[in-house]
């Protein structure tokens, strides 16, 4: 098959399409970066450089594909984040139809069941929409959990104040992910071959906050690293003194307060899904190590 993968050589895309090559596939990666070509090519895809906002770049570069991925990629100067995510999802349909392409594996996230109240996943929930109202359309919709990822940003946090938190409670639960496992989840499912519309929730955990500050902390030889949940403005004071835009941070407190209430699940919950990926927190605990360390 031929298969286009946007994303560049991100936590995802890279391992995705590596083993797409590796199963014989012919793969072009989409990257923004003219620097990312010789490192694509070695991968063994071409590369085609554009931005995924100019529809005639992605016309072209869908033409003749049998399917193609789409994720939304993240920019954090823009003014309206949520408008800014639809406004590529639909540059992505208008692309698509145009270029007469059959099948899409579509990265979402779980909570984008929800149109309000969850942060930068309610332009996620706009896309999901978007593809929902193409025809003659194949459509799997990925809806991973939380990114391990996202608790590299605490390295500094835990550095110079000993703790790790956000505005969401130790006991919490929380549905966690990494991104290689949504990459073999997706792989999988290609190699399988899917029709119709379908949602695939992808999990590598299931746990607690407090049980990921233990499983930090032991990992990086603070074992009584506290987890600790602050209210919505220091949360928003803490993002943005770290240098996040303030539109950004505000995102990221709602999706916070989606994660404390617990909605950001009920979905991935009511299904009695049960966390497949073969990466767990303890496994991610030694890779956060390396980086805390390196």
């Known amino acids: 098959m031929k298969i286009i993968i946007t994303g560049s050589l991100g936590n995802i895309s890279r391992?995705?399409?590596?083993?797409?090559?590796?199963?014989?596939?012919?793969?072009?990666?989409?990257?923004?970066?003219?620097e990312k070509s010789a490192e694509i090519t070695q991968l063994g895809a071409e590369a085609a450089i554009g931005s995924v906002s100019d529809e005639n770049f992605l016309i072209d570069t869908f033409k003749g594909a049998d399917l193609?991925?789409?994720?939304?990629?993240p920019d954090f100067s823009v003014n309206d984040f949520r408008?800014?995510?639809?406004?590529?999802?639909?540059h992505y349909a208008n692309a698509v139809k145009a270029a007469g392409v059959n099948k899409v594996v579509l990265l979402s996230s779980i909570g984008a069941h929800l149109a309000h109240g969850t942060g930068p996943i309610a332009g996620l929930h706009d896309v999901e929409q978007i593809f929902s109202g193409l025809e003659n359309l194949d459509v799997l919709t990925l809806r991973p959990g939380?990114?391990?990822?996202?608790?590299?940003?605490?390295?500094?946090?835990i550095k110079h104040m000993g703790i790790i938190g956000s505005n969401y409670e130790a006991d919490q639960s929380i549905v966690l992910v990494d991104p290689k496992d949504i990459a073999a989840a997706a792989a999988e499912k290609i190699a399988?071959?899917?029709?119709?519309?379908?949602?695939?929730?992808?999990?590598s955990d299931k746990r607690k906050l407090k049980e990921v500050a233990s499983a930090i902390g032991t990992?990086?030889?603070?074992?009584?690293?506290?987890?600790?949940?602050?209210?919505?403005?220091?949360?928003?004071?803490?993002?943005?003194?770290?240098?996040?835009?303030?539109?950004?941070?505000?995102?990221?407190?709602?999706?916070?307060n989606a994660i404390s209430s617990g909605i950001l699940w009920e979905d991935f919950e009511a299904k009695n899904i049960t966390p497949k990926g073969k990466i767990k927190l303890e496994d991610f605990a030694a890779q956060f190590a390396l980086a805390y360390n390196s």
């Open 146 to 157: 939380f990114f391990y990822n996202n608790f590299y940003a605490n390295i500094d946090l």
């Open 192 to 203: 399988e071959g899917f029709n119709g519309r379908s949602i695939l929730y992808i999990a």
């Open 68 to 73: 193609v991925y789409l994720m939304v990629p």
């Open 15 to 34: 391992p995705l399409a590596t083993t797409l090559i590796s199963k014989g596939q012919k793969v072009t990666v989409i990257s923004s970066n003219p």
């Open 83 to 90: 408008a800014y995510i639809k406004s590529i999802g639909q």
């Open 219 to 256: 990992a990086i030889g603070k074992a009584d690293l506290p987890w600790v949940a602050f209210d919505d403005t220091q949360a928003y004071d803490g993002m943005v003194g770290a240098g996040l835009p303030s539109e950004i941070a505000k995102n990221y407190v709602e999706m916070g």
